[in-house]
């Protein structure tokens, strides 16, 4: 039976990927998944090839048939979404804000709108010594949680003599890091030790312990800012949450993202750490 | 009365599955006559799929569900629908159903 | 002219760039600085505004009145989010499911189904030395903050001189950011990452018709991709802000590294080539 792993962090740029690549080379036996579908890194990181793509559709949208339209205006005046744009008298959807629930539909007293189903990314199982599974979103669409849970399912379906499900979570607190680490067995915080990194980091904590997950934080460049860090390590003993890692600052980790290579293949304090790391992770999933 | 599972597999020795809404299978077994119905989920991702795994169980005489730690949806959907939740525990789905049934 | 800073991948530069640049241009004259970043504000650790008020954002969010409704499962029917369903004790709505779109207290035949509100965040504003700010932030739990964005947006439509800190991503909450924007300032860094999330920004706001200019931040000459991408796209660079280990420690206070003069021009620059500073100059 397989253990899933989701690795986030609330504000963007910590260093989530990166831990999240080297835990996929230090754990025997998984499934990397990049579920961090706005910007999927861990791929760019990976290169896999694609084997199989699947379509996504994440919710509906509203069309207006210009032809049975007569311009009442009903529908500009109940959508709760703005999501109706008049231009010269003519009326259309704008399916960017639209968000299918389909009460112009019902309003309509045309019957000029329908609502179809609209394809707001994809998803791929692909393959660099074993399987990877990742997925994009359509630029400006909503339904990333959607699509996450569709990433998940297929990792999990194509889970076949595997320990591990390491989930490259969405940055955030929101519907698509929420959707990243429901069910896993064990949530890792990637932390840096600003004030706005440290500000999020209550927050995504807040969030995991939503979802009763179990947890554990590790500070990223933690040597860029000594007083936070020991801000965050006391913040976290308060709470009784353990500091499973403190990785230094080191430009061999900008290095390795440039040559599209993970941070464990070179030979640098980075690595250390994030080996560090990986020991206390698998003490604490036991 | 009807019990409610989730299977990985639509076999009593199969082990239970440790998603709910999105589990490869819901079984229903009716201690009337000891018969087991697995049912493939249909599920595709979507949102809401704890109430609506809950409807399931609700429209086919359920008045147990055993299954892994559910989300708040769900819990709020079985209550709505004078479901009892029981906490599974990691062994098949024909060992969870003698576990609850000696109790 | 309202101009938005964001960026693809998150980490890259984008609060650091609109708090600089909104504390540069506000030696010239008022500016307003909107932190669109409801899941994570982080603007105002730098602009150290004092906030004067706090407003609350409300969705409406039905529930259905037990001593009128039949269970007919109408508005079961219609719901496209599966939050509303009928059981045998009655009608339960799924509040984190709700959009709050409107459907299911219309078509509800018995008028069941009434709406209260719900809180899913709130917009704060303050204002003290030329800078007026304002920010919205999203109540932890609640699943999306693009409405949170709207009401913020909303509170200064017609303002001189607006610089939004827009969410990291290329989600609905960058596009509600975006809608009605002059001037779209993507910030990106000089690695594949950034490469990558950085077009899915441009995209959109090419799709939604909006200026556009790239700023590059920890700048590395020996990474030539982003360059080459931008020039072949015909997108006019903004500024390279180096790789300087300075710039990162200053941040990590909270501190403003505009207050530096050799940093400052930096902004100056931005502020002139995005002809930001023409219009406040008007």
Known sequence: MFKQIAVVSGKGGTGKTTVTAALTHLFK????????????????????????????????????????????????????????????????????????????????????????????????????????????????EETSGGLIAAIRKKAIESADKTDYIIIDGSPGIGCPATSSITGVSYVLIVSEPTLSGFHDLIRIMETTEQFRRKYSVVINKYDINTEITEKIEKYCSDKNI??????????????????SNSIINYNSPASEAIKKLYKNITEEIK | MIIGLC?????????????????EYFVLYNTENSEYKFLKNTD???????PKAVQFFSDNGCNVIIAPRLGENAVKAAKASGIELKLQNDGTVEENIKDFLKK | MKLVVLSGKGGVGKTLVSVNLTNVLSEFGKIVHLDCDVEEPNSNIFLKRKIDFTENVDIQIPYAD????????????????????????????????????GVCSYICPEKAIKEKSKTIGNISFGEKDNIIFGEGVLKIGEPSGVKVIRKLKNKYPDSDIIITDAPPGA???????????????????????????????????????????????????????????????????ISKIPFIKEIAEIYSVGGLISSKKEYRKIFLEIAEKTGVLKCLNK
Request: glycine share 8%; net charge negative; aromatic share 10%.
């Open chain 3, 66 to 101: 037990s001593s009128k409704c039949t269970k007919c499962g109408l508005c079961s029917e219609n719901c496209q989010f599966g939050a509303i369903s009928v059981f045998k004790t009655g009608t339960v709505v799924f509040e984190s499911l709700c959009h709050g779109c």
């Open chain 2, 44 to 50: 595709s991702g979507e949102h809401g799929a704890g």
């Open chain 2, 7 to 23: 299977s990985k597999s639509d076999s009593k020795e199969s082990n239970t599955d440790d998603r709910f809404a999105r589990a």
């Open chain 3, 171 to 237: 989600s609905c909450s960058v596009v509600e950011t975006l809608k009605g924007a002059d001037y779209a300032l993507v910030i990106t860094e000089s690695t594949p990452f950034g490469l990558h999330d950085m077009k899915a920004v441009l995209e959109i706001a090419l799709k939604m018709n909006i200026k556009t200019g790239v700023v590059i931040n920890r700048y590395d000459e020996n990474y030539k991709e982003t360059e080459n991408y931008l020039r072949a796209e015909n997108i006019e660079i």
């Open chain 1, 29 to 140: 036996n998984n499934i990397p998944v990049d579920c961090d579908v706005d910007a999927s890194n861990l791929f760019l990181l990976f290169n896999p090839k694609t084997e199989k793509q699947y379509d996504y559709y994440g919710g509906k949208k509203a069309y207006i048939d210009i032809n049975k339209c007569s311009s009442c205006g009903l529908c500009a005046e109940i959508c709760r979404f703005d999501a109706v744009n008049i231009n010269s008298g003519e009326y259309s959807v704008d399916s960017y804000s639209c968000e299918g629930c389909g009460y112009c539909v019902i309003r309509c007293p045309e019957k000029a709108i329908e609502l179809s189903e609209s394809r707001s990314g994809e998803y791929y199982i692909s393959y660099k010594e074993g399987r990877f599974i990742h997925g994009e979103l359509e630029p400006g």
């Open chain 1, 242 to 259: 353990k500091i499973t890692g403190k990785i230094p600052f080191d430009k061999t980790v900008m290095k390795a993202v440039q040559e």
